[in-house]
């Protein structure tokens, strides 16, 4: 008896994690194709083929949905950054490979952070629980440690760390993210050329 309960609640636990994917996948598809304020529940439980009730089940509101989306496209951004550098010399590379991860494909994961942050940072606030001021310390800190790497390899000098993460996340951010008439940041050779003439020069001072 004792057994058969247990057979049962795991495969529950198993439909429960089941719809719950389906619903944050739904979530993550409405988000692209529309944004936050547009996204509604019901839209997102008709493409996860269930009812609204159901997805209440698993998401008291909106926000806790969207939310969960949010949570799972971070994570999954961060670790495709660590990954695609991970296979990258030279921190100026490091950087042209992060810059142009960040402005890449429309469904990437940092591409839709990057332009729900942008474009509705109140609503990316509320379901997204850390706010939009976010942004700058958790580049600032997936940064940090190739600083710290091509420091060690005598390619810069730093002396505050911590400052010129955060500088360097500005930097990156900026050059991400605005336009304009002197480097196609789309173009790698041009964008590492631009950042060996320009940026690594600043880490370099004593």
């Not at 999954?76 to 490091?94: I, P």
Request: glycine share 8%.
């Amino acid at each position: 008896m004792g057994l058969e309960a247990t057979d049962t609640e795991a495969a529950e636990d198993a439909a429960s994690k089941t719809v719950r994917d389906r619903l944050i996948d739904a979530a993550e598809s409405c988000l692209r194709d529309k944004g936050i304020r547009a996204t509604t529940v019901s839209e997102v439980a008709e493409a996860a083929g269930v009812s609204r009730g159901w997805l209440y089940r698993h998401f008291p509101d909106k926000a806790a949905l969207l939310g969960a989306a949010i949570v799972r496209l971070n994570d999954a951004y961060w670790g495709e950054a660590h990954a695609t550098l991970a296979e990258v010399d030279g921190l100026a590379r490091q950087l042209t490979a992060g810059i142009i991860l960040g402005r890449s494909a429309y469904d990437s994961p940092g591409a839709l952070l990057m332009r729900l942050r942008r474009d509705e940072p109140e609503e990316f606030a509320a379901c997204a629980g850390a706010g939009v001021q976010g942004l700058l310390p958790d580049l600032a800190t997936f940064w940090r440690p190739y600083l710290e790497a091509a420091q060690d390899r005598g390619e810069i000098r730093v002396e505050n760390m911590h400052e010129a993460s955060e500088w360097l996340a500005r930097t990156v951010l900026s050059v991400t993210t605005v336009p304009g008439d002197t480097l196609d940041p789309d173009d790698p050779e041009a964008l590492v050329g631009y950042l060996e003439r320009y940026l690594m020069p600043s880490l370099r001072a004593v």
